[in-house]
């Protein structure tokens, strides 16, 4: 193995482990690595004009738009009106708390386009209220943490559009149009693990006592999701750009959280601007440094090295994709969505590509692996997110996760073993 490349694994572990930031620890494990090749002087002018280059693409204005919409659309009052309206679709069926919770995440992640905003939001009314159902506090969070995954699929999802970047430019309304059916089979899959648990442990159905409301809910929940097809549906009809929606989703969610439904007051828009700005400056920094990594990676000619191992080992595409994605379940144990797909798409999609997988059906599969290490110790962010939201401990948390865990990879093998589920609906509308 190339010196180069030691070093760079070497410095990026020992980096995580001393705690340094992960797009701080990219960064730095992919200079050391140059530096090895090169002077001084160019390394560190090849990773700045790198990481430069990295953010310069007019896709990316998408990422702060849709951001600031899911924050104005997290402090607007969304959520609770969504669960209202999850109760009287599913409150009624054994588990039935557990099924509000899944679809509100659901929704609200769809929405908001961040598993952690969902979680935050979603958690922080259901949670309690399934305790005081008879739920136990674990088994809640561990429903809201993995439930919270399924917006990372549906659109507007950040990642989808991080990944359109990574591959070189598939379509940004083929990827978001290709999350729909997906995203509603990992909800499924959480459904029926969560309504058999629910039954081991003898929850119970809780009654809605409020089904007199039921037009009056529907009606508070529907400008929210109006949102979902107002993006979709301008994109795919061509009346604008992804980046063009971003910036609609901003309008009406604004429109919807100040006017509406009254929920954010003027002189709290600068504390959400504020967030805004934060997350995007994080998201950027991460992108930046990413692509520099894939660029020294590139330099050092690995993707084509992988590329010729995973291609000499087997001609099958199911044996092919079974082995990335276990690479790519243990690298989302450990790295953070945005960067992972940054540096190993460029490595496995020519691999992918040169058995016939279509980039699309590649890209929904990467996503829904790696959004299974958002709820992964010892890095998953949404995990512990959910576990300070439910007010319990990881180690408390595990056993309920595990039946979750296990619904999450047979959503993943089904939708790697029938690709139609990700490329139906782009080759229809598209």
């Not at 008879?134 to 561990?142: D, I, K, M, N, V």
């Not at 009254?262 to 601007?273: A, G, H, P, R, W």
């Not at 829904?368 to 992964?376: D, Q, W």
């Not at 512990?384 to 439910?390: A, D, K, Q, Y």
Request: hydrophobic share 55%.
């Amino acid at each position: 193995m190339d010196i180069s490349i030691v070093i760079l694994v070497a410095s990026f572990i020992a980096l995580l482990l001393l705690n340094v930031p992960v797009g701080v620890s990219i960064a730095l494990s992919g200079f050391f690595s140059l530096l090895f090749s090169l002077d001084f002087a160019s390394t560190t002018t090849t990773m700045a004009q790198r990481m430069s280059a990295g953010v310069d693409s007019f896709a990316l204005l998408a990422i702060p738009f849709f951001i600031l919409s899911g924050f104005l659309m997290g402090q607007g009052g969304i959520a609770h009106r969504l669960i209202e309206f999850a109760k009287i679709l599913v409150v009624r069926l054994p588990g039935g708390l557990a099924f509000v919770n899944i679809l509100s995440c659901t929704l609200f992640g769809a929405i908001s386009g961040s598993a952690v905003a969902a979680t935050s939001a979603i958690g922080g009314f259901v949670i309690p209220e399934m305790e005081k159902d008879g739920y136990s506090r674990e088994f809640s969070t561990a429903v809201t943490v993995t439930a919270s995954t399924t917006g990372m699929l549906i659109p507007p999802s950040n990642i989808l559009i991080v990944y359109s970047l990574a591959s070189g430019g598939v379509s940004i309304a083929a990827l978001f149009l290709a999350g729909y059916l997906p995203g509603i089979l990992v909800a499924l899959c959480l459904m029926a693990a969560s309504g058999i648990y629910a039954k081991m442990k003898g929850y119970g159905v809780q009654t809605d006592k409020n089904t007199g409301q039921i037009a009056k809910k529907t009606l508070d929940a529907l400008p929210s999701l109006f949102l979902v097809f107002l993006v979709i549906g301008g994109i795919v009809s061509g009346y604008f750009t992804p980046t063009e929606a971003g910036a609609i989703a901003v309008l009406y969610s604004f429109v919807l959280a100040t006017f509406v439904y009254k929920e954010v007051k003027f002189e709290e828009l600068t504390q959400v601007i504020n967030k805004s700005v934060c997350t995007t400056a994080i998201v950027m920094l991460l992108i930046a440094a990413s692509s520099a990594m894939s660029w020294v990676l590139s330099y050092e000619n690995i993707p084509q090295s992988i590329s010729d191992f995973f291609l000499g080992f087997s001609s099958n595409p199911i044996v092919i994709l079974l082995m990335i994605n276990v690479l790519l379940l243990l690298v989302g144990t450990f790295l953070d969505m945005t960067p992972a797909v940054l540096i190993f798409t460029p490595i496995f999609l020519p691999v992918v590509e040169a058995l016939g997988i279509s980039p699309i059906h590649f890209g929904i599969i990467m996503i829904l692996n790696l959004s299974i290490g958002l709820c992964t110790p010892p890095v998953g962010s949404v995990l512990f997110v959910g576990c300070s939201i439910g007010k319990t401990s990881l180690a408390r948390v595990i056993p309920p996760l595990l039946p979750l865990y296990l619904a999450m990879f047979i959503a993943l093998l089904i939708i790697i073993c029938l690709p139609s589920l990700s490329t139906w609906l782009p080759s229809v509308l598209l």
